[in-house]
């Protein structure tokens, strides 16, 4: 029926963009800190989609390869070094830099491509170390709405903290200290962040919603839709998948223009939560984009893969906390007739902006225009 064609469109389209685009969002980078007794090691992971707006490569991130990645070496390390800054025990310290190693990503046909370059960088101390001060602007003039994922490791005691733009730590040994609860708040708290930003998910929800008239319906939207991103977000996370940020983030604008458009046509949204598992999926795919940033090293993700999924499910709850009574409120009417007029009003006036946000996300994501501002 047409709920299963859906359903195997929105696979194969999962599929297909894992054979096309990088597998690293530029909107992300890593980094992995290692304090030891006389030095800090900074391994720092740049997507190659980023580099190029900061430093002239000679081909673009699907073709690059390993020589000329290697012959620009001296400027990605030069930019480098301008963003990331280290005091030990007070005192600025003059970073070594060490290997420039490519990583590869590959996609369901098998074709490899840099995704991302990996640069190492050593920071000596004639002293034991006893206190790190370290803070990096990467990207932040270039890239809007830069994330950083920052794991420290120090005696064997590991940290993960999640950075929005520029950020500093002032880290002691003492300091590091995580509990579980309070890697899980941070994982939390994170996970609501992106949906709150995520404005690509709230459109698509809300195009849903609108056609949803029952309460039950509504449910049915939002549990599937969540069932299903958890889905991809967790196979992601375990990396059973590696799919692109480019194409999915294009899928999901995809999703939101073809469920604005339907809008007009459907008179019941009974079986929307098909769809919506469907899509589901794909919008399971940009959660994990950048989220497996954050798991790169890490001792265990357990913790973190269910604490972000939480953070994201209580973002979406609170969105609809309040969207939902607003909705209920335009609704109401005196008789049957005039609630139903005010429903086709409703979808109709509430899918256009819609419409045209996911047609502009559509083709700036596409044709990589980087013009929207969100």
């Not at 994922?149 to 005696?155: H, K, L, P, R, T």
């Not at 890490?298 to 972000?308: D, M």
């Not at 086709?344 to 980087?370: C, E, H, K, M, T």
Request: glycine letters at 6%; charged letters at 15%.
């Amino acid at each position: 029926d047409s709920a299963t064609r859906t359903i195997v469109l929105a696979l194969v389209l999962v599929l297909l963009a894992g054979s096309v685009a990088s597998a690293h969002d530029e909107r992300f980078s890593a980094s992995k800190v290692e304090i030891r007794s006389n030095e800090v090691l900074w391994t720092v992971d740049v997507g190659v989609a980023g580099l190029e707006k900061v430093v002239r490569l000679p081909a673009g991130e699907l073709e690059l390869t390993e020589a000329q990645l290697q012959a620009a070496r001296s400027d990605i390390i030069a930019y480098l070094l301008e963003c990331l800054k280290v005091d030990i025990n007070g005192n600025s310290v003059e970073a070594e830099a060490g290997a420039l190693e490519p990583v590869y990503a590959s996609g369901p046909t098998g074709q490899k491509y840099i995704s991302y370059a990996r640069q190492h960088f050593r920071f000596p101390s004639t002293a034991e170390v006893k206190r790190v001060q370290f803070s990096s602007a990467l990207f932040f003039t270039v890239i809007r709405n830069h994330q950083a994922a920052v794991i420290v490791s120090w005696g064997g005691v590991q940290k993960v903290y999640n950075k929005y733009g520029p950020y500093q730590l002032d880290l002691t040994a003492s300091r590091l200290n995580p509990t579980i609860l309070g890697t899980a708040a941070e994982f939390i708290l994170w996970g609501m962040h992106h949906i709150f930003v995520g404005y690509d998910h709230i459109a698509f929800l809300m195009a849903l919603l609108l056609a949803a008239q029952r309460l039950r319906d509504m449910v049915r939207v939002v549990t599937s839709f969540t069932v299903a991103h958890s889905i991809t977000l967790l196979l992601a996370a375990l990396d059973v998948i590696r799919l692109p940020g480019a194409v999915t983030e294009s899928l999901i604008a995809a999703s939101i223009v073809y469920v604005a458009v339907e809008n007009y046509f459907i008179t019941q949204g009974h079986h929307r939560w098909m769809l919506t598992f469907a899509f589901g999926l794909v919008h399971g795919l940009g959660f994990s984009s950048v989220l497996r940033e954050r798991l790169q090293d890490l001792q265990s993700i357990a913790v973190p893969v269910v604490s972000f999924n939480l953070g994201v499910e209580f973002g979406q709850i609170s969105i609809l906390l309040v969207v939902l009574p607003v909705l209920t409120a335009i609704r109401r009417a005196p008789d049957e007739k005039a609630r139903e007029r005010r429903q086709w009003w409703l979808v109709r006036a509430g899918s256009l902006p819609i419409l045209l946000l996911g047609s502009f996300w559509l083709v700036d994501r596409v044709f990589q225009l980087n013009l929207m501002p969100f």
